[in-house]
């Protein structure tokens, strides 16, 4: 079966400062992974996706990920962070077929101090 | 629509109550999903629908979870006898069928059960 960890429960950053949450997954092929945000009171936003192809995703709001097929690893980055991305970040992996279902992480909450 | 809708977004129902959830999806989208996010956790998969195929209710945690779509439109779950475990956040996605493409997520209804 499917699985994945976030290591990281809570993560603080000054504003400014680079930012890079964990993610690791445990798929018997190629997985579908997917970062997403969720700030208080939202749904979930997609950062940014990997199906296949470029190891290094870019995606919105600045962030980018890298998939790293050795280490079973999809680490989001961002190289300067800021205020407004103080929220909670989800790793998810989709299986191939079987109605795409998500998997996903317990979530890092993410706090940026000013 | 242009969004995924959810209502209520907040629901507090007393201990042995029934409740019901409706999801409205993206005009088009042909699969819909539940998911549960209980507090400090990922995101549960509850059940999957797609098109008119028989739903995938491997998700559900208990015979008082019960859930209807109706071809392609709005979607209800319904959760009979609530207990105090089942309070969390009911997220709801629909997407184009086509893999992942258009995943798209609700806000979520909050059920808190007293």
């Known amino acids: 079966a499917q699985s994945v960890t976030q290591p990281d429960i809570h993560i603080t950053v000054s504003e400014g400062a680079s930012l890079e949450l964990r993610c690791n997954y445990s798929y018997g092929a190629t997985p579908y992974l997917f970062w997403y945000v969720q700030s208080p009171g939202q749904g979930l936003q997609l950062l940014l996706k990997y199906f296949s192809g470029d190891t290094l995703v870019q995606g919105i709001k600045g962030f980018e990920a890298e998939f790293k097929r050795s280490q079973s690893s999809f680490n989001l980055r961002k190289p300067s962070v800021h205020w407004s991305d103080a929220a909670e970040y989800f790793c998810?992996?989709?299986?191939?077929?079987?109605?795409?279902?998500?998997?996903f992480g317990t979530g890092t909450q993410l706090k940026v101090e000013l | 629509g242009a969004g995924v809708s959810q209502s209520p977004s907040n629901k507090v129902t007393e201990k042995g109550k029934d409740v019901e959830l409706r999801c409205d999806p993206i005009?088009?989208?042909?699969?819909l999903y539940w998911y549960r996010q209980r507090l400090g956790q990922g995101l549960e998969f509850l059940i999957y629908?797609?098109?008119?195929?028989?739903?995938?209710k491997s998700g559900l945690p208990s015979d008082r979870f019960s859930a209807e779509r109706t071809g392609e439109s709005v979607s209800t779950l319904t959760i009979q006898r609530t207990q105090q475990e089942d309070s969390a956040v009911y997220l709801c996605a629909s997407s184009s069928g086509q893999g992942f493409y258009g995943y798209t997520f609700g806000s979520g209804t909050r059920l808190t059960v007293v």
């Open positions: 629908f797609q098109g008119n195929s028989a739903p995938d």
């Open positions: 998810a992996v989709g299986s191939r077929g079987g109605g795409n279902k998500l998997t």
């Open positions: 005009s088009g989208h042909t699969a």
